[in-house]
C-alpha cells in the first residue's frame, strides 16, 4: 500500500515556474514506477511524465517535453514535478500516481493516487 500526497499548486503567470512534490508513505515506494496525470475541466486524465524506480529513465508527453522535468528521492519517499515555461494550456488538476505501466507508447496509471494539486497559468 502507497499512500500518497501531492503539494506544490497554484497561480502563475504564463511563462513561470512552479514545483510540484508527492510525498508518499510506505516502505514500497522505491518499487514503484512513480508518475503524474493532469486533468483539465471537461477533458479526460492525461499523462504527464512518469520516471522509473532507479531515476534512470524518465518519459513525457509530448505537450510538456522540454519543459517539465521529473524526478525522485527514494530516501525521501518524494517524487517532484519541475514546470517551466508553463502555458495556460497546463491549467488542470495535478495527480500523483505510483506503479504505472506502459504498454508500447501508452502509460497507464496505477492503483494509487493521491487527492490532486491544482496548476492555475494565466495568460
Known amino acids: 500500500q502507497v499512500q500518497l500526497v501531492e503539494s506544490g499548486g497554484g497561480l502563475v503567470q504564463a511563462g513561470g515556474s512552479l514545483r510540484l512534490s508527492c510525498a508518499a508513505s510506505g516502505r514500497t515506494f522505491s518499487r514503484y514506477i512513480m508518475g503524474w496525470f493532469r486533468q483539465a475541466p471537461g477533458k479526460e486524465r492525461e499523462f504527464v511524465a512518469a520516471?522509473?524506480?532507479?531515476?534512470?529513465?524518465?518519459y513525457y508527453a509530448d505537450s510538456v517535453k522540454g519543459r517539465f522535468t521529473i524526478s525522485r528521492d527514494n530516501a525521501k519517499n518524494t517524487v517532484y514535478l519541475q514546470m517551466n515555461s508553463l502555458k495556460p494550456e497546463d491549467t488542470a488538476v495535478y495527480y500523483c500516481n505510483a506503479d504505472l505501466r506502459r504498454l508500447g507508447s501508452t502509460w497507464y496509471y496505477g492503483d494509487y493516487w493521491g487527492q490532486g494539486t491544482q496548476v492555475t497559468v494565466s495568460s
Open positions: 520516471i522509473s524506480w532507479s531515476a534512470g529513465s524518465t
